[in-house]
């Protein structure tokens, strides 16, 4: 688990929150 605890919980959360706008943005078109 050392390293996971390199990924903070904010930055996954940050990480996810592009995957999600790039599907949104493949949505669009």
């Known amino acids: 688990m050392t390293k996971n605890t390199r990924f903070s919980p904010e930055v996954r959360q940050r990480a996810v929150r592009m995957v999600l706008e790039s599907?949104?943005?493949?949505?669009?078109?």
Do not use: A, L
Request: glycine share 0%; net charge negative; hydrophobic share 0%.
């Open 23 to 29: 599907q949104s943005e493949y949505d669009s078109q």
